[in-house]
Structure formats: structure tokens, C-alpha cells
């Protein structure tokens, strides 16, 4: 299948150099990267940290409405 690709002017003359080195051509490196970005597993670049969770008693005020912005915003502009 024929596509049209827009690519960084510098990353496509490294992978033109690439392909003629390994005697394969440019769409062959390209299908090659592509196999191998899908077939692995993709890592997260950071650490997952872990969130302090506050498992006191509280809440919203009796009669506050959560789910309203504009109730919300009232209450905290009132105290």
C-alpha cells in the first residue's frame, strides 16, 4: 500500500544512510521500525509514584451540592 509520510528532514536522511548500509531499502527499515514499536511493549518513562490518600472523616457540607460548579464556587466565595 502506497502512503504519504511527513518526515523530519534529518531523521529521513539518517534512515536513507541506515537502509543503504544494510542493503534494504528505506521502506523496509521503515516496516522493520514499525514491527518492532507495535510488537513491544511500550514502558512508561517514569516511575508510578504513589499518592498520599487521606482516609479521614469529612466531607461536603450537608445540603452542598458537589456535582454543581456554581455551588461550589459560592460556598468556598462565603467562608
Known amino acids: 500500500m502506497k502512503t504519504t509520510l511527513n518526515l523530519n528532514d534529518v531523521l529521513l536522511t539518517q534512515a ?15 516496516e522493520e521500525g514499525l514491527q518492532l514499536r ?13 499518592l498520599p490518600v487521606h482516609h ?4 461536603l457540607t450537608l445540603g452542598l451540592d458537589g456535582l454543581s460548579n456554581k455551588a461550589l464556587l459560592a460556598a468556598a466565595e462565603e467562608e
Open 16 to 30: 536513507k544512510a541506515h537502509a543503504v548500509q544494510q542493503h534494504i531499502s528505506l521502506t523496509r527499515l521503515i
Open 56 to 59: 479521614g472523616k469529612g466531607g
Open 38 to 50: 507495535l510488537r513491544t511493549p511500550r514502558r512508561s518513562s517514569s516511575p508510578l509514584v504513589r
